[in-house]
């Protein structure tokens, strides 16, 4: 039987020997993850403002016709 650990990050079973550059790995992984998370985040809010000085500019056209 091959001896293993779980990651703490990913929950999966890594083979004791892969440990160490696997948690490398998969740090890495999770600081890109949660990045692209607050990116997305940032994106949805632009898009929201966008979307609503939209709706202001269309009804300003419309009041000034």
Known sequence: MENTLVCKI???PVLAERFQ???AKCKEAA???QK???VKEKLFLLI????HLKAQ???NAAIHK
């Open 10 to 12: 990913c929950e999966q």
């Open 21 to 23: 550059r696997h948690s």
């Open 31 to 33: 600081e890109i993850k």
């Open 36 to 38: 692209i998370m607050t």
């Open 48 to 51: 929201d403002k966008a979307f």
């Open 57 to 59: 500019l269309s009804t």
